[in-house]
């Protein structure tokens, strides 16, 4: 069974910078692209970041664009989310999720797998 477990979130100053984990149990790690998704507090889930299963390539939010990098060590079966500049907006609940599609998505409805989430809060 497949599962994915975030972490690295935390309270952090406007400004500042946290990196997020996602461990992905399982012998296939390199075969699914890997995404990262956010919601806050009466929102809906929004794409924040994806990566190939190659690692190759990969698609950020508007709103994270030079900001937030995201990466993977298919050694590790771990994915990553760099996140610099940190924002007040970008206080939200962070979920790694996985797809079967090589290239990765923004369309939450084409990923597979869920991680429980991981907190970030950015103070003013």
């Known amino acids: 069974q497949v599962q994915l477990v975030e972490s690295g979130g935390g309270l952090e100053q406007a400004g500042g910078s946290l990196r997020l984990s996602c461990v992905r149990s399982?012998?296939?790690?390199?075969?699914?692209?890997m995404g990262w998704f956010r919601q806050a507090p009466g929102k809906e889930r929004d794409f924040v970041a994806s990566?190939?299963?190659?690692?190759?390539?990969?698609l950020y939010a508007d709103s994270v664009k030079g900001r937030f990098t995201i990466s993977r060590d298919n050694a590790k079966n771990t994915v990553y989310l760099q996140m610099n500049s940190l924002k007040p907006e970008d206080t939200a609940v962070y979920y790694c999720?996985?797809?079967?599609?090589?290239?990765?998505?923004?369309?939450?409805?084409?990923?597979?797998?869920w991680g429980q989430g991981t907190q970030v809060t950015v103070s003013s």
């Open positions: 990566i190939s299963s190659s690692g190759g390539s990969t």
């Open positions: 999720a996985a797809t079967s599609r090589p290239g990765g998505s923004y369309r939450k409805g084409e990923y597979e797998y």
């Open positions: 399982g012998r296939t790690f390199r075969s699914y692209a």
